[in-house]
Structure formats: C-alpha cells, structure tokens
C-alpha cells in the first residue's frame, strides 16, 4: 500500500514540475516580426537634408539578422545593384580641375536613413556584415554653395543668369521591417547631383 502511494505521489510531483504555468509560458515570436515601425527616424530631427549619415537608433541587429535569414536572395540584389550604379561612382576619387560657374561642394556619402522619391523614410543597407559580405553603398553628391536663384559669380552682368541646383535619381537597397515576407527592395532616391548656371538674354 505504501509502495502504490509512493509512485503516485511521484507522478503528481513530475507533472508539477513538467506543466508550464500558463501566465508564465511565452510563445516565441514568428521571424519578421519586429518593433514599431518608426515612419520619421529621430536623426531626422537634427538634419535639414533628406538623409541621415549618422543614426543612433539604425536597427544594426535587426537588419544583420534578416540578411542572414535571406542571404542568397539579398546577395543577388545588391550585385544587380552594384551593377548598375558602379559606374557612377567608382573611378570618381579623385576630382578633375575644372571651372564651375557656381561654386559648389562634392563629397561621397553612406546614408543610414534617405527619404524615397516617394516621400517616405527609408532605413539603408550600410555597414553591416552578413556571411562574410560587407553592404556599403555610397553615393556622389555635389551641392552648391550659393543660395539657389543667386546670380553666376562668373558669369558677367550684362547677362541674365542664375544658380541651380539639380538633382540625380540613386538606387539603394534598403530594409523595410513592414514587409515580413522579404524585408528588403531596391528603391529610388532623389539627391543633388551637380550645381549649374543657366544663362539668360543679354542685357544692356
């Protein structure tokens, strides 16, 4: 009798330790599902541009641990990407001397965080590793240093000119945490690509 005992009392004490309390119990989540989405990044806050190139809250992690879960697919799209954009930036280090009309800054840039030809914030793959493969994308800006609508220093005054800036169209792979089937897409982004003069009528 005290045997039958024993051995049910050693069930009852298993099953206690084996049945999960259910307000404790969490399912884990499904991949892709991730922290609000935030639709103005707050380094946004601190630039007047349409791009960040210094982000404290770029999702590093996140963005490393989905390229790793679509690797082959992610890696495919970003050689069509280099592809295509090597071109325009590669060989271009090193200026050539030549005279601008309006004065104007050139610099090459790894943005974090861009608005898309859509108006929208976008989170860019840069400076993240995954297998072995560094993302970086960097593109060629040039901005001019004069208020815009100014006239051409050099250009003579017995001429209507004026300063403009004009824009180039860039592709950058970037990560969306909305899309949970395939978080990445290559999207358009519009950015100042050289800072011209247009010359009008002579004048007397």
Not at 44 to 61: F, I, M, R, V
Not at 124 to 152: D, H, L, M, P, W
Not at 188 to 204: D, T
């Amino acid at each position: 009798m005290s045997i039958k005992f024993m051995v049910i009392a050693s069930f009852m004490v298993i099953g206690i330790f084996c049945d999960p309390e259910p307000s404790t119990y969490k399912v884990p989540l499904p991949y892709g599902v991730q922290p609000k989405y935030v639709e103005i990044p707050h380094c946004a806050k601190n630039t007047t541009k349409s791009w960040c190139l210094e982000d404290n809250e770029y999702p590093q992690h996140e963005v490393q641990h989905a390229l790793d879960h679509h690797y082959q697919a992610v890696v495919n799209f970003y050689k069509d990407k280099l592809a295509i954009t090597e071109k325009s930036v590669d060989g271009l280090d090193k200026l050539n001397d030549e005279v601008y009309l309006c004065p104007s800054s050139t610099n090459y840039i790894r943005p974090l965080r861009a608005i898309n030809v859509g108006g929208n914030w976008r989170t860019i793959i840069n400076n993240v590793e995954s297998y072995g493969v560094k993302y970086t994308q960097t593109a060629r800006i040039e901005e001019c240093e004069v208020v815009v609508g100014n006239t051409c220093p050099l250009v003579p005054s017995c001429y209507e000119s004026k300063c403009v800036q004009k824009n180039i169209f860039h592709r950058f792979l970037v990560y969306n945490p909305q899309d949970y089937t395939f978080p990445f897409a290559i999207e358009k982004f519009k950015l100042p690509g050289s800072c011209g003069c247009v010359v009008g009528a002579f004048r007397l």
